[in-house]
């Protein structure tokens, strides 16, 4: 049987050493803000939000939500992502997707403040983890992958890596970060021959298709680290991943739970980049206070 890596561990961990970082800042009279953006009345959006709230909240952040009415117009959505994007209060700014038909997401991406874009929606954050710059905010998802590697102390220089999927929600810039972290990547996808061949050559093989059970135990070498990032439901209402768990377990080396896996990391994820995004906003504020800083 594989060995698990347990997401909720990684998870607390981090919450622990975000906490310290927070209560530093507010003993320098600094309290990291979060606004997550909601337009409409989203049912499949509400367990994430209130799980990211809980998070933030633990945590120490100030974390607030705007419901905004789902008829609004693209003008009225940037008017008032405009204001957040000055509201010195806001560090981290989270825009729940899809957005409604009337509101242009390739839009909506230029105005939103880079700064504050902690779940990567701003080309220039999508550039600079394209061209492996510091800097920039990566979606919470592939980041959680990176931390749950990290915190297991799985390396991934000189490994060969396989990942299923290649949208820019995980596919993409997981492969990015890998990549900057010096493994070799493959990207599989709906076009690849002989997907099977492809992932058994995988030391770490992470799954992000976004079909249910789909990497079966002929698709994963022996000893295999896999990673499951999907969320599916399957015929009986039951939440699964990407990878048939029951198969896989027994050949793979380690593997990631569903749930239980890379979708408890996530929100604490989003609560490191607010962090982040509020120390950089203080140095700014005190070297233009201080300009000897």
Request: proline letters at 5%.
């Amino acid at each position: 049987m594989a060995t698990l890596l347990k997401g909720k561990e990684v998870a607390e961990a981090l919450k622990q050493k975000l906490t310290v970082e927070v209560e530093n800042l507010k003993q320098k009279g600094i309290t990291p803000g979060l606004s997550i953006v909601i337009v409409g009345d989203r049912a499949d959006s509400a367990a994430y939000i209130k799980g990211a709230v809980k998070r933030c909240t633990e945590i120490g952040i100030d974390c607030r939500v705007e419901e905004l009415p789902g008829d609004m117009s693209q003008k009225d959505f940037i008017d008032d992502l405009h204001r957040l994007n000055n509201d010195p209060a806001v560090n981290g700014i989270l825009i729940m997707r899809p957005l409604p038909s009337q509101i242009s997401e390739n839009a909506v991406k230029y105005e939103i403040s880079p700064e504050k874009d902690v779940d990567c929606m701003s080309p220039v954050n999508v550039s600079k983890i394209m061209s492996g710059e510091d800097g920039g905010f990566a979606p919470c998802t592939p980041s959680a992958v990176m931390e749950i590697l990290h915190h297991y102390g799985i390396e991934p220089e000189g490994k060969r890596v396989v990942v299923i999927g290649r949208s820019m929600v995980v596919g993409r810039p997981l492969s990015m970060m890998l990549l900057k972290e010096h493994a070799t990547i493959t990207v599989c996808h709906t076009k690849t021959r002989d997907l099977a061949e492809e992932t058994r050559r995988a030391e770490i093989l992470v799954a992000a298709a976004g079909k249910a059970r789909m990497v079966k135990k002929d698709m994963v070498s022996k000893d295999a680290i896999v990673i499951d990032v999907g969320i599916n439901f399957d015929e009986d209402g039951k939440m699964c991943g990407d990878v048939d768990f029951d198969e896989v377990n027994p050949v793979a080396g380690m593997i990631t739970p569903v749930p239980g896996g890379v979708g408890a990391v996530t929100s604490t994820i989003l609560a490191k980049h607010v962090i982040e995004a509020c120390k950089v906003s203080s140095l700014k504020t005190m070297k233009f206070m201080c300009p000897k800083y």
